[in-house]
């Protein structure tokens, strides 16, 4: 049969490595976390510089329709 005292190593080391997991775990959540916000940015500022750009050529298709409406007018 297995020495009591073994066994009472052995559930400590356990308990020990177990700790160590659960830390490397919350250290990966937060860093999970902090990349995940960074997306979240990154994709809010490609958002904002696409609508950027849409205004940008609606406003250049409306000064090309106006000179081409001058052009065809004469």
Known sequence: MTDPTNLKEEL???KSQMEEVNKSLEH??????????KIYNLRS???DLV???????IKSFDGSNQLIKKLTDK
């Open 28 to 37: 990966f959540e937060a860093q999970f976390h902090v990349e995940q916000i």
């Open 12 to 14: 400590d080391s356990f």
């Open 45 to 47: 500022s490609f958002t």
């Open 51 to 57: 609508k950027l750009i849409n205004h940008e050529l």
